[in-house]
């Protein structure tokens, strides 16, 4: 151990790198825009603009550049701790990484008096210092700071802070932007239609196939986000959309990206805000009225149904017009109302396939992990990989898969993890397509889990054979 | 030279001299307790020794059967010539060290203990020992407890977090342990605390043997989610997240002191507390008792025996006691 040198031209006081540490922890906790802004303004209330700024650079652009080499983060760790080095390589492989592994050896601070954003940022971009003096100043800091700071710390000074979340994101947080609005799933269509009611309080729709966003448009802004919360950069979509409505537009849209003839369309499904006003209370009936009147935008097809059997009907066509199904819509309901959409795909294609691979998408953690699940088919006496779903696994079953595979790793390839083949799952899909480049030769559209099938014993799963009979 | 005082069968830890076991994994005559989590105290002994406090928990689990002999910290009992006397580990409710002395030897057997405070247990007192039989749950540098007061902090910020966006919090905890200790150490003015069915379990098992817990709602199957607007439940696992709708849910645990275990945790929320050493207050312990020869077991055994021979110290993995026999 050294002694206690003098922290003076560090701390600030008002402990921001504490509350920077803070704020990172929610947002790894949840990336959802309302949670991203709610703690933005936390900690833009507490610190001074210099400061927000600073976390500013750092939230949206990352920290690329290595100051310190973790030679010297290992040796003055070392000599802070006094610990031999081997202790670094054995905690190492626990940690995962140096930054947090250096953090967690050194001891508790004698006084939690940790610097600010601001003079951590000044010392890697001063010139003219010497790595005896950065020496002195990174062991000073470390012993003003509990071990989550010193992690965020290390991992500045080495280079290796990633940027968390988009400046357009970051900045919601002190304009009038609307937030968005969670946006509703439909129900599969029950296969007892009379159940709904009568086809006249319904209105049917075609199922529109693409990317589902939505489009926030206020104060002469557009901007628009995908399902799991992140900002869609499509600026053909945004300029349209500007240049064909009055700058006043204070409005909110679900809607759906389709590409088509090498462009991207908007079609829009439902409207959520407008004038400034929610319209999530108003009935269907009066939304879609509303939706109409407005310039400038393609609203999805309506089709017309006398009584529930002309769905069929609907559903054989479905794929001429290019759509991958109809959708149900109770007429009086509100957007969230539970039961108010249904949905229908053309004639699904059903197989069984084992989970073979795990990724973890997101090194951050959103409320549900952001998982891809590969699933595979016995092609002979060899399993081959067969899609790669993560759509429709965010929910509570993805928690359980991701705690399951984090358990049952068999083998890493990078970021993938090979997981033990037993967990058999039920995959829907709407089409299947040669792919003779692929292993499998072929090729899911719109693959999705429909259920785990604990009934299935692996040598009872789907074939690639017994798909191509299924065509 | 005379045979050790304790050796390492199938059945666990065994003295020969007295003829009992403690903390047994098979079916014994004789066993000692350290104290009531389910790896230390099982069923089907055919007599049990442990702290006072212990019996209740160990009554409650193993549903009544069973013969249950208690003593107070620091009281003698011979057994076969051997003196036996247990001492407050500091670990749960009940949770002893077993001193055995024989000839004026020193046996310290520490179960699984702490150094931080725990309301319903009384502090650790280290034993003069010639031997001492360490655990080693969190036997690597990279474990040091954050203060308590800090991690409830952060705890309490995540709970009213959670009030503001509507959803319930939910924290995982052993039943036995560490709900109790969170239900002391929770602030009642940020909400209502509720247990789930399984954490209740115990709750009421301890409270019916007269141990003064705080007050706390028992979740059940009728509990509408709306009762639950600003509560915090404390559960064993993610069982009811589904049912009550939109909650957030962390762990409360020494393993969440890293990130990537944080992350790894069904939830990825994570504070550190801990009812075991980390390890600072194992070394300073260890250093306490003085010992000649430390065994050490339950954890990380290779790494702690390696620092005790890197500061000069005979050390040994609890598994050489089995081959040791001179
Ligand atoms: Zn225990």
């Given at each position: ?217 206020a104060a002469g802004r557009v901007m628009m986000w995908s399902s799991d919360h992140t900002i869609v950069h499509r600026d053909e979509i945004t300029a349209h959309l500007r240049a064909s409505m009055p700058s006043t537009t204070d409005m909110i849209l679900d809607a759906m990206i389709v590409e088509r003839n090498g462009g991207a369309q908007l079609i829009v499904l439902d409207l959520l805000r407008y004038d400034g006003v929610d319209q999530r209370g108003f009935p269907y009936t009066d939304r879609r009225h509303l939706l109409r009147t407005i310039p400038g935008i393609r609203c999805v097809e309506e089709l017309e149904c006398e009584a529930w059997s002309d769905l069929a009907d609907h559903l054989a066509h479905a794929r001429d017009h290019g759509h991958g199904g109809v959708v149900v819509k109770q007429r009086e309901a509100w957007y969230d109302d539970e039961g108010a959409l249904y949905a229908q795909h053309v004639a699904p294609y059903t197989l069984t396939a084992v989970l073979t691979y795990v990724q973890f998408l997101s090194e951050y953690r959103t409320p549900a992990p952001l998982l891809q699940c590969t699933f595979s088919v016995w092609k002979g006496a060899e399993l081959v990989p067969l899609c790669k779903i993560d759509d429709t696994l965010r929910d509570d079953h993805a928690i359980d898969i ?70 | ?326």
């Amino acid at each position: 151990m050294h002694g206690h040198l003098p922290i003076s031209l560090l701390h600030d006081g008002d402990r921001t790198m504490q509350r920077f540490t803070h704020l990172l922890a929610a947002l790894e906790r949840s990336r959802r825009p309302a949670d991203v802004v709610r703690a933005v303004q936390t900690y833009a209330n507490a610190v001074h603009d210099e400061e927000l700024a600073a976390a500013r650079t750092l939230l949206t652009q990352g920290m690329r550049k290595r100051i310190v080499p973790t030679t010297d983060l290992r040796a003055w760790t070392c000599d802070a701790s006094g610990l031999q080095e081997h202790w670094i390589d054995r905690c190492l492989a626990d940690v995962g990484n140096i930054s947090e592994t250096c953090a967690l050896l050194i001891p508790a601070p004698l006084q939690h008096d940790p610097p600010s954003v601001t003079s951590v940022l000044a010392m890697c971009t001063a010139k003219r210092i010497s790595s005896d003096e950065r020496m002195v100043w990174v062991q000073q800091a470390w012993q003003c700071m509990h071990a989550d700071e010193r992690r965020v710390f290390n991992q500045i000074l080495t280079g290796t802070f990633r940027p968390l979340i988009d400046a357009e994101v970051f900045d919601l947080a002190f304009d009038d932007m609307p937030l968005p609005v969670p946006l509703r799933t439909a129900l599969p269509l029950p296969s007892d239609l009379a159940s709904l009611g009568s086809i006249h309080d319904h209105v049917v729709e075609w199922l529109v196939e693409g990317s589902r966003v939505e489009v926030v448009m206020a104060a002469g802004r557009v901007m628009m986000w995908s399902s799991d919360h992140t900002i869609v950069h499509r600026d053909e979509i945004t300029a349209h959309l500007r240049a064909s409505m009055p700058s006043t537009t204070d409005m909110i849209l679900d809607a759906m990206i389709v590409e088509r003839n090498g462009g991207a369309q908007l079609i829009v499904l439902d409207l959520l805000r407008y004038d400034g006003v929610d319209q999530r209370g108003f009935p269907y009936t009066d939304r879609r009225h509303l939706l109409r009147t407005i310039p400038g935008i393609r609203c999805v097809e309506e089709l017309e149904c006398e009584a529930w059997s002309d769905l069929a009907d609907h559903l054989a066509h479905a794929r001429d017009h290019g759509h991958g199904g109809v959708v149900v819509k109770q007429r009086e309901a509100w957007y969230d109302d539970e039961g108010a959409l249904y949905a229908q795909h053309v004639a699904p294609y059903t197989l069984t396939a084992v989970l073979t691979y795990v990724q973890f998408l997101s090194e951050y953690r959103t409320p549900a992990p952001l998982l891809q699940c590969t699933f595979s088919v016995w092609k002979g006496a060899e399993l081959v990989p067969l899609c790669k779903i993560d759509d429709t696994l965010r929910d509570d079953h993805a928690i359980d898969i991701a705690a399951w595979a984090r358990k049952n790793i068999v083998d890493r390839f990078g970021p993938i993890r090979q997981v033990e083949a037993v967990r058999v799952f039920e995959i829907g899909c709407t089409q299947v397509a040669h792919a003779p480049r692929k292993k499998s030769t072929l090729q899911l559209r719109n693959a999705h889990v429909i259920a785990e099938r604990a009934d299935v014993r692996l040598d009872q799963i789907s074939t690639i054979d017994s798909i191509l009979r299924q065509l | 030279m005379r045979a050790p005082l304790l050796q390492l069968t199938e059945a666990g830890l065994y003295c020969p001299r007295g003829d009992f076991f403690i903390d047994p994994l098979k079916t014994v005559p004789r066993a000692v307790i350290t104290h009531g989590h389910s790896d230390h105290a099982r069923p089907g002994m055919g007599a049990y020794l442990c702290h006072n406090d212990s019996i209740p928990i160990l009554q409650h689990r193993f549903r009544g059967r069973g013969i249950f002999d208690g003593l107070q910290y620091s009281e003698r009992r011979v057994v076969n010539g051997i003196t036996l006397s247990l001492h407050p580990a500091g670990h749960i409710l009940g949770s002893a060290q077993v001193r055995l002395e024989a000839d004026g030897e020193v046996w310290v057997v520490s179960g699984d203990y702490k150094r931080q405070p725990d309301p319903l247990a009384p502090a650790f007192e280290p034993q003069q020992c010639n031997v001492f039989i360490t655990e080693s749950t969190f036997g690597l540098p990279i474990y040091q407890w954050p203060d308590v007061d800090d991690v409830m902090q952060e705890m309490h910020a995540w709970w009213r977090g959670n009030i503001e966006r509507d959803m319930i919090s939910m924290v995982q905890a052993y039943p036995l342990g560490k709900a109790q200790r969170l239900l002391f150490l929770l602030d009642r003015s940020i909400g209502p605390i509720y247990l789930h069915a399984s954490v209740a379990d115990m709750y009421m098992a301890l409270r019916a043997s007269g141990i003064d817990l705080p007050d706390a709602e028992i979740l059940t199957a009728a509990t509408p989610p709306s009762l639950l607007r600003s509560a915090l439940v404390i559960t064993p696992g993610m069982t009811d997240a589904e049912r009550l709708g939109s909650s957030a849910m962390a762990m409360a645990s020494g393993w969440m002191a890293v990130r990537a275990q944080r992350q790894r945790s069904p939830s990825g929320v994570g504070f550190v507390l801990s009812d075991h050493v980390d390890w600072p207050d194992l070394h300073r312990t260890i250093d306490e008792t003085q010992a000649e020869t430390v065994y050490v077991t339950h954890g990380y055994e290779d790494d702690v025996v390696r620092y005790l021979h890197e500061q000069g110290r005979d050390a040994r993995p609890l598994a050489h006691l089995a081959i040791a026999r001179r």
